[in-house]
């Protein structure tokens, strides 16, 4: 068959292992996946009672303009309505915007270690791509993103909060790179984490769309929203590259029982700020237990945290995993002496801890 032939190399997303894979495989009772940055708080109860009140249709499509979600969260963000384009996740709108201006006779860049959706979207349309390291604090380096464009490149693919590294673009130094970067690339700017976001000197990026026609931003209810299982997420820019997106679209792409979820959960700030209040007490619980253990980690403006370890990050996650606790090994994410984890409730995060904790006191001769 006449495949494409960058999909040689190409492998499918390893999922990770489930909950239930690691009860059996450990004989445990319980287990606590601070894997996928997934909200520990669940979702607003304004969610579970939509979906028991909801009187669906399921032989019916879905809205394939999703009309109450786009008035709905249009009103919520104060753009317009056609300014707004939704995804099976945002991973779809990283395929949308992927499948419409990336081909083989152009490039596109991005940062690395971040989210790694860009570049496999990248390859599968055959674009080059051109990665520019983060610095060694975890940060976006602009100025060698700025110099890796040229007059080829069609995306670059901006990530802040970057995951896995957690650390966020300054609204001085977003500027500076909107003020630079040439009229014909698109400059995504991928806020998954967007919600948890408290520090000082992040930027507007609502704002810096009205300055800056080239710029689309990227969200999602999977992260604060607690709704990864619905699948919904947006871009958000200019009516004119909206209008572009569009055809591109798969017709009934955001499924009915998502799109009156996540207009239930718009509704419901309080939820997004106690679960941005407790993140916040969660993070620093981590920041404790990294100083005392004289571990580095990566300040976070998201739901998770990097934690360098010094040592293979595998090790890390099969000891915790061992004892009920799923994270991510660093390996898998470009820090291969760090593990991810994802904030849970107190508890969760006490627990873990305690597991790391048990770990380190088992390596005594580790080198500091
Ligand atoms: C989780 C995540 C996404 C994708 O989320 P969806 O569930 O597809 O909306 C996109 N970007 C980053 C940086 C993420 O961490």
């Known amino acids: 068959m006449k495949w494409k032939s960058q999909l040689e190399n190409l492998k499918a997303y390893q999922p990770g292992k489930t909950m239930e894979d690691v009860k059996e495989m450990f004989g445990l009772e319980k287990v606590t996946k601070l894997a996928s940055n997934e909200n520990p708080f669940g979702c ?49 709108v990283i395929q949308i915007i992927s499948k419409a201006l990336l081909t083989r006779d152009n490039n596109t860049v991005m940062a690395t270690p971040t989210f790694p959706q860009y570049k496999h979207n990248a390859i599968v349309e055959g674009a080059e791509v051109r990665e520019v390291s983060l610095d060694q604090n975890g940060k976006h380096q602009l100025t060698k993103m700025l110099e890796a464009i040229d007059e080829s490149t069609s995306v670059v693919w901006l990530c802040s909060p970057n995951n896995p590294s957690g650390e966020y673009i300054r609204n001085m130094e977003l500027i500076e790179f909107l003020d630079n970067v040439p009229e014909h690339v698109l400059v995504v700017l991928d806020e998954a984490y967007y919600e948890y976001v408290v520090a000082d000197d992040y930027y507007d990026a609502l704002q810096l769309l009205k300055d800056y026609p080239q710029l689309l931003i990227t969200r999602t209810f999977s992260k604060a929203y607690g709704l990864a299982g619905f699948r919904v997420g947006y871009g958000i820019a200019s009516e004119e590259i909206i209008a572009m997106l569009e055809p591109v679209r798969e017709p009934f792409n955001v499924n009915t029982l998502g799109q009156g979820a ?28 990294c100083k005392t253990e004289g571990l580095n980690y990566f300040p976070s403006q998201g739901n998770f945290i990097l934690i360098d370890f010094k040592m293979d990050g595998d090790e890390v996650f099969q000891y915790l995993m061992s004892k009920g606790f799923i994270v991510r090994s660093g390996q898998a994410l470009g820090y291969p002496t760090c593990v991810r984890v994802t904030v849970g409730s107190q508890q969760e995060n006490e627990k873990v801890i305690e597991v790391m904790k048990g770990f380190l006191a088992t390596k005594k001769n580790r080198i500091v």
Not at 56 to 69: C, E, H, Q, R, V
């Open 44 to 92: 607003s109860g304004l969610v579970r009672k939509f979906l028991q009140e909801a009187a669906l249709s399921p032989n019916i499509y879905p809205d394939g303009y999703a009309k109450t979600l786009r008035f709905a969260l249009a009103d919520h963000l104060s753009v317009k309505p056609t300014q707004l384009l939704f995804g099976n996740g945002s991973d779809e």
């Open 262 to 289: 996540v207009v239930a959960a718009l509704q419901d700030q309080q939820f997004i700020e106690k679960c941005v209040g407790e993140n916040r007490k969660g993070l620093e619980q981590y920041y404790e237990f």
